[in-house]
């Protein structure tokens, strides 16, 4: 089911990103943020999946188990190339929607800049939606995981990545 709901999420953002590009000025904001809040909404979708240990979820079941401590599970989520790349998809929508509604131009700049935004989180939409998805599913449900890997498990992994992450996401907003 949080696979599901997941892929519908990424679907939909892909499809409410492509039309910020291509809206009227008047609608473009709230479409660009309709996108982004369904990005943050998938990823945290993603992090509820390993906190209930959803191992019907290939990601989970291949970074995860009942075991871990909850920290651990959730550092899970990101513990993946696919989790990464969907917590860096989900920082970059953020920090953007921020941005745009921080700044506030007006006229024909905040134009080309939800467009320039909207097509940089549409092209990582659809890398993570066809080539990464977090969301890939096993048509049965195994009982355990197989772990978070040994080499991840430390309490750094769980500030590290979204730290770091939130510096690259930054930078879109110096142009």
Known sequence: MISLAGNYLLVFSIVTSILAIFTKRATKVYIFWISSLAIISAFILLILAF??????????????????????????????????????????????????????????????????????????????????NPFDDFKFVPEQGLGLNPLLQDKALSIHPPLLYMGYVSYITLY
């Open 51 to 132: 906190i209930t240990s959803d191992f019907s979820v290939k990601n989970v079941f291949l970074n995860s188990s009942t075991i871990k401590p909850l920290i651990y599970k959730i550092a899970g989520s990101w513990a993946s190339h696919e989790g990464s790349i969907l917590l860096y998809v989900s920082m970059l929508s953020f920090i953007s929607s921020l941005y745009i509604k921080v700044v506030n131009y007006q006229g024909s700049t905040q134009n080309y800049q939800i467009i320039i935004l909207a097509f940089i989180q549409t092209l990582f939409l659809f890398f993570v939606y066809f080539t990464s």
